[in-house]
């Protein structure tokens, strides 16, 4: 392992959404809790981290699987949805450091770059409908590649979109399924602890608890 990113070669930043730029993962335990309780079943605490950072529709069929749902897919999904957004409007910020971190790497690196297995007309929803807005060259959306996380596909769009090598990309992730992604697709990556734990989190290069120790760690002011 690296003792330290070499900040100097490093052309690109690629920040995951949830659980990174917003401190949302609780917004979809919410939602995901009151889905659990519009069809009677308690939601046991290992589904939740267990399911982060996952596909939306994998999410709906493990939903379903799990809980031994009879119930139409598609009306589970909108469902989900109604309740995923309502919670959304209301309640999602950023990651505490998030804001200071983004302005000070912009002083370093030539391209940042939004990740994502959300939806795009979420993400596009939570633009326009919150105070969550940050300046992103590019974003890439799980709605935007044939395969998301834990594929290699949305972090490799990106970095074909920027024009940098995957190896000249450092990920920002708070998920083993987004770490996943950014290791298969030859990406330098860098974990941080807002979402699941340490040891869940291992596969990263670097492991972090706040974007103030980030700071530190690549050495920005």
Known sequence: MINRPDLGRIKAILFDFDGVVVQSEDVYDRATKKLGEKYGVQIPAPFYEANR???????????????????????????????????????????PGFQQFYTNIRKHVGHVALVTATPRPLIDEIFKNSNISVDFDFIVTSSDVEKTKPAPDSYLKACSQIGVDPAQALVIEDSPTGLRAATAAGCQTIAITTSCSRDSLKEANFVVDSFGELEELLTIA
Do not use: C
Not at 70 to 94: I, P, T
């Open 53 to 95: 950072g996952i596909a939306e529709s994998l999410f709906y069929e493990r939903f379903k699987t799990e809980f031994e749902l009879e119930v139409d897919m598609m009306s589970l999904q909108a469902n989900g949805k109604r309740l995923l957004w309502a919670e959304f409007s209301s309640s999602v910020h950023y990651t």
